[in-house]
């Protein structure tokens, strides 16, 4: 059996300094926002014969630098085109200088995206989450009711949400870095990756906290809380472990080969269930053995 608790202090150490480098990351640089949250135009093209590449395209539309454009191809040979502007104008550039590198290509539409329609995008994308939190916190509270010892059942679903907030922080602040350096943009896929975290890291946090709760309502008034802890981690250990390599698996083939539209979102999932199979392990039993403290356990 792996002393998994005895190793706490180094987990905390790069948690902390992980976070940090996060925060400071999202305080100084921030995220890098898409069409989804800052207002643009979508236009769909149907191309007369084959459909350009996205990189000819983007060459054919470098002159007119357009900020946040993305290009994903659609069915009925056509593409549909993303950027950050709300011009008639610079939309008649666009699909002229479309028109004379591609002959016989028809406007399909020109859609524009307020800017005050993606503030209230974000502002509902952010209620979302915190809500998700809530609802989380407040689930497993319940579930856990009839072990108040020597932990309340409220500290078990804290616990998770620390352990969510610490992925969910890391996602945002690697991003944070990705626009930076790599122009990486966000919009809604990037807060359905989030979405899909949260939901993924509480369910392995969730298959510990429940083996803990089995172990102390059999648990002997010898076997300490610790000890306890440190058997079900080690019981989960290799479950968690094969249930996250195998989703990281598969997104590694999406990202590889998926195409760019669901490049950045399939990213956004691999750091965080990364980070969320390691943070069910070594922050959120953890930071309830810390509350619990090291007192033998006692049944009533």
Do not use: C
Not at 22 to 44: H, N, P, Q, R
Not at 123 to 147: C, E, N, P, T
Not at 199 to 220: A, C, M, P, Q, W
């Amino acid at each position: 059996m792996y002393n998994i608790i005895g190793k706490t202090k180094y987990s905390y150490t790069f948690s902390i300094i992980i976070s940090i480098l996060s925060l400071v990351a999202i305080f100084t640089w921030g995220l890098k926002l898409g069409i989804d949250f800052t207002g643009g135009t979508l236009m769909e093209i149907k191309f007369e014969q084959s459909i350009p590449t996205n990189q000819e395209l983007q060459d054919n539309l470098g002159e007119l630098d357009l900020k946040s454009l993305t290009i994903q191809p659609t069915e009925n040979n056509s593409l549909i085109i993303r950027y950050a502007a709300e011009d008639d104008k610079i939309n008649e550039e666009v699909y002229k200088k479309i028109q004379e590198k591609y002959s016989g290509t028809e406007q399909l539409r020109a859609n524009f995206t307020n800017s005050s329609i993606s503030k209230e995008l974000k502002s509902k994308s952010l209620w979302a989450i915190f809500w998700a939190v809530v609802g989380i916190m407040s689930y497993i509270a319940w579930a856990f009711r009839k072990v108040s010892r020597p932990v309340e059942s409220w500290k078990y679903g804290a616990g998770a949400v620390i352990a969510l907030v610490h992925d969910i922080l890391i996602t945002v602040g690697a991003f944070a870095v990705l626009g930076h350096f790599q122009g990486i943009e966000v919009g809604i896929p990037f807060i359905a990756a989030l979405m899909t975290i949260l939901g993924f890291s509480v369910h392995d946090t969730i298959v510990v906290y429940d083996r803990t709760r089995e172990n102390l309502l059999k648990s002997s008034a010898k076997e300490s809380f610790p000890e306890i802890v440190n058997r079900s981690l080690n019981e989960t250990l290799v479950r968690s472990i094969n249930t996250s390599l195998t989703v990281l698996i598969t997104l590694l083939a999406i990202y590889f080969f998926g195409g760019e539209s669901i490049r950045d979102f399939s990213l956004a999932l691999l750091i965080g269930i990364f980070f969320g199979t390691y943070s069910s392990i070594f922050v959120a039993s953890p930071v309830v053995l810390l509350w619990g403290g090291k007192r033998p356990f006692a049944k009533k």
